[in-house]
């Protein structure tokens, strides 16, 4: 099994940012996606971003030159680093470790982007 446990979510103004982190422990050997999901109310959830174990990037193209995905290796933790933030972007955020036999998701942090 692989633990995730998010954190960095919170209240932020248009314009403002936040970073959010995401420590893996358990087996995490075999991982070879890392990634960042979110989730606002009445829509599914989508792909912020991800990361491969080869430090291959996607990202989805509302957030293209806005946020940066990273990790740690000697933390087992990623990041999803948020700048210039929209109303838009409040959502529920939710870590992703894919293998290939499965997914695993953390529990998700609220971020709200509000005046």
């Known amino acids: 099994q692989v633990q995730l446990v998010e954190s960095g979510g919170g209240l932020v103004q248009p314009g403002g940012s936040l970073r959010l982190s995401c420590a893996a422990s358990?087996?995490?050997?075999?991982?070879?996606?890392m990634g960042w999901y979110r989730q606002a109310p009445g829509k599914q959830r989508e792909l912020v971003a991800s990361i491969t174990t080869g430090d291959s990037t996607n990202y989805a193209d509302s957030v293209k030159g806005r946020f940066t995905i990273s990790r740690d290796n000697a933390k087992n933790t990623w990041y999803l680093q948020m700048n210039s933030l929209k109303p838009e972007d409040t959502a529920v955020y939710y870590c992703n470790a894919r293998k290939i036999t499965r997914d695993y998701w953390g529990q998700g942090t609220q971020v709200t982007v509000s005046s």
């Open positions: 358990g087996n995490i050997f075999s991982i070879y996606v």
